[in-house]
């Protein structure tokens, strides 16, 4: 019997789920050998019986917590499916804000009437067997992960820095183009995309273990980068990653 | 300018979970309302403190269907602000990529979301069994489409390659051919559109509205440009709020707008309404065949002016790369700020409708930062048109009042998971005597 898989959104774009769907599209034997069971981009039809749940978004409210905890109950497998749900991603931006300022910022005196609280990765919440990394994911990466689990595997991903990757693509490094990288301290897996379309890496894949934050930073502000500049370089996906990792707690 | 005065509200993709609330106490409707209950993603807080070359990456994350018009909207308005004049290249560049956004989403739509209701399906998936060759029509022109964009700016959900000034990656000449040959192709299955649509049949209610796109005298316009209105009048970008005139309402935590009267719509019906003398003649063609003019005020053939799209942007694309082959494709550098504090708009009509971005940049950093989205402005046209549908249909059953609505919601294209089949409709009290 194939394996009954369901997918979810919290707070995201999603562009992961996008990208599920153009690679279910472009590998329609993935369909042959799962059954997806509720999908809420793509059909109508919703069953709560899955044993694979694939969850898109951070947790950015209170309420949320409920609904991703019941998924993990129902679930034997939980797959974090992109930087938001693997990072909290970029909505983790604000985290580092005081949020009474960001809420009024957008909505003013209706400040209140819309529930929300620092965003948090999956993790923080429930219990996450494996991640898809990226932001979107890669199509690729998709296919693999549904192939090891189909194998009774978890997903595997490099734990690798992006650098190696891009050198075996033959860019030139970012930083000898006069610009910056996150390559060093990011997580490798989607080919080093950026770099191969001249854009320096955002880490959008999250961090390697054990990334040497120093050394980046001495490199961005060698290259004239402010300590602002450095501080949103690094928090435009790695926000909660680095507060955990100084121990700072949301405003 | 340096004190920051921007008008608050509430920018999401609205995606997500829409309810549509409908309430008709001794046959008269008392209330029909579509309620938009989003998480807040507070874009325009997050924007503040950071370089101005990194607002397109950040506000593509906005939407993953409308990366690059969110990207090229938020890449205008920096460019307003900072003074920056791109070049004819960049210029051709973002034209050709937008059409690849515009016929992803326009055939996403139009397959996946729209046709499955006239065929009586739930979702495109049984489609894929019983008329593989639509299926695989649909999946022939979005793979084209999305690897139209991921050459030219790296991939279509958040492009890498657009940045302030240009580009950072250039298609080669054999790329740009081979693309060309698939659009050349693809007009079969253009034409294989607009015969599936003419098939279909629409439900035949109308109403007229205000109907507002960005608009250009040689050109139909996607970026750029002014606000037209059919009731009359253009204005400049920069009056945009004239335009927008946002309203909190309590039943949606997305703002209402409303220009010359209770509401305007945006999207593809908009656009062809205010732009149809500029189509190429094909789609022109195509929208004769379909039977659709300008004005045409049924909301429901918004998926028909979206075919009407789909064959112009095809077109234009063909007519782009050879203009690109022709003056030779140079890799240059972005062109530069001339200062590094200023004020700018930008707005993009992408597949849903106008967008408009507005920051307010200091010293290379963004300080205040306002988006509008399309669907944003949409909301009270739709509820407008529910309320004037409902009284028409009450004799139906509930389910098919449900339906009704959900495809006329549909219709307009609202972020997509709105648009697929979650709404949830709740009937306050029964209606339908069966
Ligand atoms: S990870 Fe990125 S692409 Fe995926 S849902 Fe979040 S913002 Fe969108
Ligand atoms: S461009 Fe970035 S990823 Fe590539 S080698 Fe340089 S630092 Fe590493
Ligand atoms: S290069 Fe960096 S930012 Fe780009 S996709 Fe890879 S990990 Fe993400």
């Given at each position: ?10 707070t ?48 950015t409210r209170p309420s949320d ?34 949020l009474d300022d960001v809420r009024e910022y957008v909505y003013g005196e209706k400040k209140d009437w819309f529930e929300t609280y ?134 | ?6 008008d608050v509200h509430h920018v999401t993709?609205v995606?997500g979970h829409g309810n ?13 309302d579509?309620q938009i209950v989003e998480t807040p993603r507070f874009?325009e807080a ?200 946002e309203t909190i309402v309590a039943h949606s935590s997305a703002k209402h ?119 944003g402005?949409?909301l ?55």
């Amino acid at each position: 019997m194939n394996p009954k898989v369901a997918f979810f959104e919290f707070t995201s774009c999603e562009g992961c789920q996008l990208t599920v769907l153009d690679t279910l599209q472009r590998h329609p034997e993935l369909l042959e050998v799962i059954e997806i069971v509720q999908f809420r981009e793509a059909m109508t039809e919703r069953s709560d019986d899955y044993r694979i749940a694939f969850i898109e978004g951070s947790c950015t409210r209170p309420s949320d917590e409920a609904k991703i905890r019941e998924i993990r109950k129902q679930a034997q497998i939980v797959i974090a499916v992109g930087a938001c749900a693997h990072l909290g991603g970029i909505n983790a931006i604000r985290n580092r804000m005081p949020l009474d300022d960001v809420r009024e910022y957008v909505y003013g005196e209706k400040k209140d009437w819309f529930e929300t609280y620092p965003a948090r990765p999956l993790s923080a919440v429930i219990k996450v067997d494996a991640v898809i990394p990226g932001c979107p994911i890669d199509r690729d990466e998709f296919v693999m992960a549904v192939t090891h689990l189909l194998q009774g595997r978890m997903p595997a991903i490099p734990d690798y820095p992006l650098c190696i990757e891009c050198k075996l693509t033959e860019n030139v490094c970012m930083f000898l183009r006069g610009q910056t990288c996150l390559g060093p301290i990011t997580r490798a897996g989607c080919d080093a995309i950026c770099p191969s379309c001249g854009q320096g890496c955002e880490g959008c894949r999250g961090l390697i273990p054990s990334p040497n934050l120093g050394a980046i930073k001495e490199a961005l502000r060698e290259r004239g980068m402010t300590e602002e500049q450095i501080d949103a370089r690094l928090s435009l996906f790695l926000t909660y990653q680095t507060m955990q990792m100084e121990g700072v707690t949301p405003a | 300018m340096s004190t920051l005065k921007v008008d608050v509200h509430h920018v999401t993709r609205v995606e997500g979970h829409g309810n549509i609330v409908v309430d008709v106490e001794n046959g008269e409707l008392t209330q029909c309302d579509l309620q938009i209950v989003e998480t807040p993603r507070f874009f325009e807080a997050m924007l503040r403190g950071r370089a101005y070359d990194e607002a397109s990456h950040i506000t593509s994350r906005i939407c993953g269907i409308c990366a690059v018009g969110h990207a090229t909207a938020s890449l205008r308005a920096t460019e307003q602000a900072l003074g920056v004049t791109p070049s004819l290249q960049t210029t051709l560049l973002r034209k050709l990529n937008f059409h690849g956004e515009i016929l992803d989403s326009h055939v996403l739509h139009i397959y996946m979301l729209v046709a499955p209701d006239y065929l009586g399906l739930g979702s495109v998936i049984p489609l894929a069994k019983s008329a593989p060759d639509i299926v695989l029509r649909a999946l022939r022109m979005k793979q084209l489409a999305g690897d139209l964009c991921a050459t030219l700016c790296g991939r279509h959900t958040h492009p890498i390659s657009m940045t302030v000034g240009g580009f950072t990656q250039f298609p080669k000449p054999a790329e740009l051919r081979a693309l060309r040959e698939r659009l050349v192709a693809s007009r079969a299955d253009c034409d294989a559109t607009i015969q599936l649509l003419q098939g279909l049949e629409f439900p035949a209610f109308e109403r007229d509205t205000e109907y507002v796109a960005l608009h250009r005298d040689d050109e139909y316009c996607f970026i750029d440009g002014s606000i037209a209105s059919s009731d009359g009048g253009i204005r400049p970008l920069a009056e945009y709020r004239e335009v927008t005139n946002e309203t909190i309402v309590a039943h949606s935590s997305a703002k209402h707008t409303r220009h010359r009267r209770e509401s305007y719509m945006v999207g593809a019906l908009a656009r062809f309404n205010i732009n149809y003398d500029r189509l190429h003649p094909r789609a022109q063609a195509a929208a004769e065949a379909l039977g659709l003019r300008p004005k045409t005020i049924n909301p429901y053939l918004n998926a028909a002016a979206q075919a009407v799209e789909v064959v112009h942007c095809t077109e234009d694309a063909i007519l782009l790369i050879d203009q690109l082959l022709d003056q030779g494709i140079k890799p240059e550098a972005p062109a530069a700020p001339t200062r590094m504090s200023g004020e700018g708009v930008g707005a993009a009509d992408v597949p849903r409708g106008t967008l408009f971005h507005h920051y307010w940049i200091e010293g290379g950093t963004i300080v205040g930062a306002n988006c509008i989205i399309p669907t944003g402005q949409n909301l009270a046209n739709i509820e407008l048109d529910m309320r004037a549908l409902v009284p028409g249909i009450l004799d139906r059953t509930q389910q098919e009042i449900t339906l009704a609505l959900e495809m006329l919601v549909r219709a307009y294209d609202p972020c997509i998971s709105c648009s697929t089949h979650m709404l949830d409709v709740k009937f306050v009290k029964a209606v339908g005597a069966r």
